[in-house]
Each structure stands twice: as C-alpha cells, then as structure tokens.
Nanobody
Framework: VQLLESGGGSVQAGGSLRLSCVASGYNYSSYCMGWFRQTPGEEREGVVIIDSDGNTRYADSVRGRFTISKDNAKNTMFLQMDSLKPEDTATYYC??????????????????WGQGTQVTVSA
C-alpha cells in the first residue's frame, strides 16, 4: 500500500488549505483512513478518521473547521482545513488501517503511512 500526500504549504491565520492523499495497492472493503499531525518533540496526534462506510471522528481541536472527504473512484482522501490557526502548524500525515471498528484506533495501530506534508500557519 502506498499513500501519497500533497497540498501542504504556508498560509496566514484564518486561511484555508486542502490536503490530498492518494492511496494505491490495496483491495479490501473494511478499513479506516485518517489524518494525523505531528510537531517536533511531540507525539503524533489524530486529526480525523473516516471509515469505509463514511463515518467520521474528529479531534475536538479541529471540529467545525476541518472537513474530511473521500473520492472512492479515485482512491483519494481530502482534508479541507478552514479558519486555520498557528497551532495547526505541523507535518500532516495520512494513514490507513485495515479492518472494521477502527474510528478510535490510536496512531500506533495504523498499518500504512504517507511521507507527510508540512502545513505552516503564521499569525
């Protein structure tokens, strides 16, 4: 399985960015995909997870500002990030875990990871 993120960049506070994650090399029906982020010296934290039925779980810090979506025909997941804050600055990763009931899976349980894309929000 390969995951390839794109769409990171630099933006001022209050601005928007859209991240994409293209997945390839898998063929199973039950899975979750998620967006995670990490800053230097900190643990990787979950931003939002979506399962194969489209159910989602957002972190409290981004609920109402970030929106996850999928284009199943293109095996692509998106993260629309609006009203960005300086504290959203991080390297963002997409990840995938195989199986069902995975909305609450911690980062360590995810099987596949992208290389990450940097998001920088200036005040």
């Amino acid at each position: 399985v390969q995951l390839l993120e794109s769409g990171g960049g630099s933006v001022q506070a209050g601005g928007s960015l859209r991240l994409s994650c293209v997945a390839s090399g898998y063929n199973y029906s039950s899975y979750c995909m998620g967006w995670f982020r990490q800053t230097p010296g900190e643990e990787r934290e979950g931003v939002v997870i979506i399962d194969s039925d489209g159910n989602t779980r957002y972190a409290d810090s981004v609920r109402g500002r970030f929106t996850i979506s999928k284009d199943n025909a293109k095996n692509t997941m998106f993260l629309q990030m609006d009203s960005l804050k300086p504290e959203d600055t991080a390297t963002y990763y997409c990840a995938q875990i195989v199986g069902a009931h995975c909305l609450r899976a911690p980062p360590g349980d995810f099987h596949y990871w992208g290389q990450g894309t940097q998001v920088t929000v200036s005040a």
